[in-house]
T-cell receptor, first 114, second 115 residues
Framework: EAQVTQNPRYLITVTGKKLTVTCSQN?????MSWYRQDPGLGLRQIYY???????DKGDVPEGYKVSRKEKRNFPLILESPSPNQTSLYFC?????????????FGPGTRLTVT | AQTVTQSQPEMSVQEAETVTLSCTYD???????LFWYKQPPSRQMILVIR??????QNATENRFSVNFQKAAKSFSLKISDSQLGDAAMYFC????????????FGTGTSLTVIP
């Protein structure tokens, strides 16, 4: 079964305390990305990765870091979280060869920064 | 960056009736894909239907169909015989066929199904 897992699912933290949200896939797909979802704004892409050691910025990368050391994992790092990063975060995975339109989403991580 | 506009923040429909959700997009590209995603209260993102821009025929998936007007840059979703389980947030999304890397999402339409 195709699966994208995210951990943690819920997180409440304080301003400035570094945190990592993990994303893992079992599909051996090349392309992984992170989105944030905010009311009235839809989903906006933070970072994406075409393959191991290849990452690039999306539309809202400020305040975030990513790494892709293994094909199956794509963690999202907030070095110094701020309240404006309170959001719902999704990891998404798709293949990088045709047919490549199916994008599999993780279950989401609800982050609150106080 | 491409923009995707959903002008209806909220919609409602009677059970068993038909509803149409609107989406427009802005692009100068000729090769692209369009999608409708459903997000129920569980927050899971579920692909409902997709449309390749090079295809003139409108995509259909059971009770879900689209009206793709390429010249008008319009991509509406029609839900027929609405069911209580269709209640969700619906997002329209665009993806370039050239770069293929970024998805652009609209702001969503919240659909309520009235029993």
């Amino acid at each position: 079964e195709a699966q994208v897992t995210q951990n943690p699912r819920y997180l409440i933290t304080v301003t400035g305390k570094k945190l990592t949200v993990t994303c893992s896939q079992n599909m051996n797909h090349e392309y992984m990305s992170w989105y944030r979802q905010d009311p009235g704004l839809g989903l906006r892409q933070i970072y994406y990765s075409m393959n191991v050691e290849v990452t690039d910025k999306g539309d809202v990368p400020e305040g975030y870091k990513v790494s892709r050391k293994e094909k199956r994992n794509f963690p999202l790092i907030l070095e110094s979280p701020s309240p404006n990063q309170t959001s719902l975060y999704f990891c998404a995975v798709r293949r990088d060869s045709m047919p490549d339109y199916e994008q599999y989403f993780g279950p989401g991580t609800r982050l609150t920064v106080t | 960056a491409q923009t995707v506009t959903q002008s209806q923040p909220e919609m409602s429909v009677q059970e068993a009736e038909t509803v149409t959700l609107s989406c427009t997009y802005d692009t100068s590209e000729s090769d692209y894909y369009l999608f409708w995603y459903k997000q129920p209260p569980s927050r899971q993102m579920i692909l409902v239907i997709r449309q390749e821009a090079y295809k003139q025929q409108n995509a259909t998936e059971n009770r879900f169909s689209v009206n793709f007007q390429k010249a008008a840059k319009s991509f509406s979703l029609k839900i027929s015989d609405s069911q209580l389980g269709d209640a969700a947030m619906y997002f329209c999304a665009y993806r370039s066929g050239n770069t293929g890397n970024q998805f652009y999402f609209g702001t969503g339409t919240s659909l309520t199904v009235i029993p």
